[in-house]
């Protein structure tokens, strides 16, 4: 009967054949250790993933999901591990973008559309290079990892900086922008597949991840941790989802039928495929000790919904058809899917066919796409203070003094999951760069995370040598990471607290003892707490991790080449006593949403070099029908005397719920730019889902009440809201009551 079936015409090669025909075509000639070894790493079972390979610096081994070739069907081997957070990471040269936090404090979901294409492009013409050349390359697949859409809850977490911030909505409207973009919009091909991770509920301890078991409540996991992965899925149309390491209030999330059967493809329709994190199908039975064996966490994991293992447990899927653990119908079902990805994405057809295949490798860190870089340098920017208008520098300054750990570092231009630009602008160099006759002096003054104080004196007498002194200060991958990342740090991983490490702070003060001005630069992926700099120093500018060109932008900002325009994605908290455990999932005094608090900056704050007044505040209906959607403008006016960047943000509170719900939530933003004197009518539509809460048992409801609508530069009744960036407050009231769909 085998050879019957692949005697037959080979349905699986016709390009004009509707997908599911040609994958039911192509598992029909395949046994069973053909098709097992589609589904993971090209290893023997039980032992580590490990490759060598040709790449243009010659051999080298890596741990790889490598799903090995069968020419005699001409399934070629394929690397389903390919990385793009802020740019095509680990390979050859690429241009690289602002780090995830930094973008989405751009607020602009139609520049990440912009970056999701520049790197869709990279991606095709890496991978389209290596076909042609016939040499295996290192994460040139097609397939992406990214984004990281978890939601950023406590500072600490070192992967923070991966993510798009700590509130559901702005992750929501960043990720599906993203994922659009680098999906592609032809008809028949996906020009990649996107992969929101880590499904659902991950965000450290670092350490904790692979034994960890997240408790959370139907409330949280609703209102906070699913939003963006439901948005990714149902708008943006995800061809792919990870799993985490972590259990989900007890279950495995990479075997967990909750979350993988019940919420991924029953409610929210998800036909794509499910990939578990490196070696999480490991922890099942080593660290969380579910199951006993490699092939009961492999059975468990693709009979509850995931297909694809980075890792080596899924290699046991054979011996598990022996034991009668999982039956081979099942694992036809999770290859369906796999398989549908790769036709997508034209792997079996002739590349003339695929339209992205003529991307050519010129557009890789080319001109347009350092430009699209430099442009999301400058929209990440955050102005935090700027106390007696330091800020912009004067062009009549006659020296600047630059100092600190940060201003000449390129780890620090990159962050995590980063590839290789063909050039880097530092701080240091971006200053020296625009300062023009100006002359730039520079000391260390400190290392990252150091308790010496050798290099003061030097960064003093720098200071007091010149008019100005900008101190570069913050955090690096080397103190914020990963898990393990030895390729960046030895030391990274989550934060023991949120201060300036080491002696950053004792070098800010010795160098403002010296009496000149001071700005304080900070780069980082997450909050500091930098209260003592907040009360003495003049301006405070925080740049994130800016990608390759971070340092021209940073030099622009500061001398007022454009005006900052960026807003937090994140709480900046004045101390970790504001806050619960990190190992408390629960959302209760967590992110803007549930903090009662007195934040150092709050989420959505950022200042400007011009000013703004908003006016006219209308809804389409002052008592709402429950289920109906809500209409918002306002009129927003640069009052200032040059242009400049605003983010309109629309806030909604339910002030009668029956449950408990946020103090507030982000519903609505819009990123505008106005030259002095201009105007705009800013407009936003609520659908009923934002206008909804989740009851004790878990259903999403429309409450008859009264709500209250604020649009504004910043959180309502939060420092966020300047004098002449006032904030307007409308209420409505809802008419009877609905049950939406989850």
């Known amino acids: 009967m085998q050879s019957e079936d692949k005697s037959r015409e ?54 790889l999901c490598w799903a090995t070739g069968i020419p005699e069907l001409g399934i070629p081997s394929y690397e389903w591990w390919n990385e793009c957070l802020h740019g095509c990471a680990s390979s050859w040269n690429a241009t690289v973008f ?6 989405a404090a751009a607020w602009n979901p139609e520049m990440m559309h912009r970056i999701g294409t520049a790197i869709s492009d990279e991606a095709r013409a890496k991978h389209h290079d290596v076909l042609r050349r016939g040499v295996l390359e290192p994460h040139t697949g097609l397939t992406y990892w990214s984004p990281n859409v978890n939601i950023f809850r406590d500072p600490r977490w070192g992967r923070g900086q991966e993510t ?71 708008k943006g149309n995800a061809a792919s989802v990870m799993g985490a390491y972590s259990r989900l209030n007890g279950e495995p999330c990479c075997a967990s039928k909750r979350l993988l059967i019940d919420i991924l493809r029953r409610e929210w329709g998800f036909d794509g495929f499910v990939v578990a994190d490196n070696l999480a ?54 290859l369906r899917r796999l398989f549908a990805a790769r036709f997508r994405l034209g792997m079996f057809d002739h590349p003339d066919m695929v339209p992205y295949s003529k991307i050519p490798v010129s557009v890789i860190d080319c001109d347009a796409h350092r430009q699209l870089a430099l442009d999301a340098a400058r929209q990440s920017m955050v102005l935090l203070k700027n106390a007696g208008g330091i800020l912009p520098l004067s062009e009549d300054i006659r020296s600047i003094a630059v100092i600190g750990h940060n201003a000449d570092d390129n780890e620090v231009l990159r962050a995590n999951y980063a590839g290789t630009p063909s050039r880097e ?40 040598a010149a008019d100005v002194a900008v101190l570069v200060l913050g955090n690096s991958v080397a103190w914020e990471s990963e898990e393990d990342h030895a390729w960046e740090s030895e030391v990274g991983d989550d934060r023991p607290h949120i201060a300036l490490p080491g002696v950053q702070e004792k070098l800010l003060q010795a160098v403002c003892d010296t009496g000149t001005p001071v700005v304080l630069l900070l780069m980082t992926g997450s909050a500091l707490a930098v209260n003592w700099a907040d009360e003495q120093v003049p301006a405070i500018l925080n740049a994130w991790y ?15 080449d454009f005006s900052p325009g960026g807003r ?89 719920a029956s449950y408990p719900v946020p103090i507030r939530s982000l519903q609505g933003f819009h990123r505008i730019h106005l030259e002095p004197g201009e105007s705009e009518n800013v407009r936003f539509s609520l659908d009923p889902e934002q ?52």
């Open 546 to 560: 800016p990608g390759e060109e971070g340092g021209t932008a940073i030099a622009e900002a500061l001398f007022g």
């Open 691 to 742: 206008i909804s809460l989740i009851d004790d048992e878990g259903r999403r409801l429309i409450e008859a009440g009264q709500f209250v609508v604020a649009v504004g530069g910043g959180q309502p009744f939060s420092r966020g809201v300047q004098a002449g960036r006032n904030l307007l407050n409308e209420t409505f009231e809802v008419d009877g009551s609905a049950e939406l769909e989850l």
């Open 164 to 234: 798009y911030g700590e509130d559901p909505y702005l992750t929501s409207e960043t990720a599906v922008a993203f994922v659009r973009a680098l999906q592609g919009t032809d008809g028949k091909y996906l020009k990649l597949v996107a992969t929101p991770k880590h499904f659902a509920v991950h965000s450290g301890p670092e350490k904790m991840r692979h034994q960890f078991d997240a408790r959370v409540s139907e409330r949280d996991l609703r209102e906070t941790y699913l939003p963006a992965f439901k948005a990714c899925i149902q």
């Open 10 to 63: 080979s349905i699986y090669r016709k390009p004009e054949a509707p997908i599911d025909q040609r994958v039911n075509d192509l598992l029909l000639r395949m046994t069973l250790p053909q098709k097992v070894s589609q589904m993971f790493n090209s290893s023997k079972p039980g032992e580590r993933a490990e490759r060598e390979y040709r790449t243009r610096s010659g051999y080298v081994s890596l741990s």
């Open 425 to 464: 602008v530092t701080a240091l160099e971006g200053i020296r760069n625009r300062a023009g006759s100006t002359r730039v002096l520079y000391a260390r003054g400190c290392d990252l995370n150091s308790d010496s104080t050798i290099g003061f004196d030097e960064a003093c007498k720098a200071a007091r």
């Open 281 to 334: 199908t490991n922890d099942i039975y080593e660290h969380h000790r579910v199951v006993g064996s490699s092939s009961e966490a492999a059975a468990l994991s693709v009979r509850n919904g995931c297909d694809l293992d980075c890792g080596e447990a899924f290699g046991s899927l054979t011996d598990a058809v022996a034991q009668g653990l999982i039956t081979e119908a099942e694992i036809d079902a999770a």
């Open 568 to 656: 937090l994605p994140v709480t900046f908290y004045k101390s970790l006593s504001q806050l619960p455990p990190f190992e408390d999932y629960s959302m209760a005094g967590r992110t803007y949403r549930y903090f009662t608090g007195e934040p150092l900056y709050p989420f959505g704050y950022g200042l400007s070099y011009t000013d703004f007044q908003y006016s006219d505040l209308r809804l389409s209906s002052q008592c709402l029908v429950a289920g109906d959607p809500l209409d918002v403008s306002v009129i927003v006016k640069n009052t200032g005397l040059i242009a400049g960047d605003e983010v309109v943000q629309l806030y909604l509170s339910d002030v009668e």
């Open 98 to 103: 602002p780090q995830a936090i930094g973008l």
